[in-house]
């Protein structure tokens, strides 16, 4: 289960660079494009569940594991990267699983975030939204300066 899911983080710093609107609806098209069997592994594992909760939890926990296996050192995660691996969850892997328009994805996004806040530290308070409530945060213009 989620032999690929390691590859979302490839380019998570260059991602995370200078986000601007523009750039970010570009990039999370990429990112969508890039890991959609991962994202309809991750979805499909929990649509054909008949206990879809507890599905999406064992999901969540083996995408916890391939985080701090990929990402941790002796076990921990630095605090520094924590912050980057938790902007990149926000901005791109939880509007993407949305983005799936499956009927499970909200239940799936729901389970990560509480197993994210359950094993990370400096990530209990991380939640998500959608990558149209996303997009409308960002300003075009800011006193016509940018």
């Given at each position: 289960?989620?032999?690929?899911?390691?590859?979302?983080?490839?380019?998570?710093?260059?991602?995370?660079?200078?986000?601007?609107?523009?750039?970010?609806?570009?990039?999370?098209?990429?990112?969508?494009?890039?890991?959609?069997?991962?994202?309809?592994?991750?979805?499909?594992?929990v649509?054909?569940?008949?206990?879809?909760?507890?599905?999406a939890?064992?999901?969540?926990?083996?995408?916890?594991?391939?985080?701090q296996?990929?990402?941790?050192?002796?076990?921990?995660?630095?605090?520094?990267?924590?912050?980057?691996?938790?902007?990149?969850?926000?901005?791109?892997?939880?509007?993407?699983?949305?983005?799936?328009?499956?009927?499970?994805?909200?239940?799936?996004?729901?389970?990560?975030?509480?197993?994210?806040?359950?094993?990370?530290?400096?990530?209990?308070?991380?939640g998500?939204?959608?990558?149209?409530?996303?997009?409308?945060?960002?300003?075009?213009?800011?006193?016509?300066?940018?």
């Amino acid at each position: 289960m989620l032999e690929q899911a390691g590859a979302m983080f490839d380019d998570m710093e260059a991602m995370l660079y200078r986000i601007k609107k523009k750039v970010y609806k570009e990039r999370m098209a990429i990112f969508c494009e890039k890991n959609a069997d991962t994202l309809r592994e991750m979805t499909g594992f929990v649509e054909q569940a008949e206990n879809k909760e507890e599905a999406a939890a064992q999901m969540a926990t083996a995408f916890g594991d391939m985080v701090q296996d990929r990402f941790g050192k002796r076990g921990k995660i630095s605090g520094r990267s924590q912050m980057d691996i938790n902007v990149f969850m926000i901005y791109y892997v939880f509007p993407s699983i949305l983005l799936t328009n499956s009927e499970c994805a909200r239940i799936l996004a729901d389970a990560i975030r509480d197993e994210w806040r359950g094993r990370f530290r400096d990530s209990a308070q991380i939640g998500y939204t959608t990558f149209e409530e996303l997009c409308g945060t960002f300003q075009e213009k800011f006193l016509g300066i940018f």
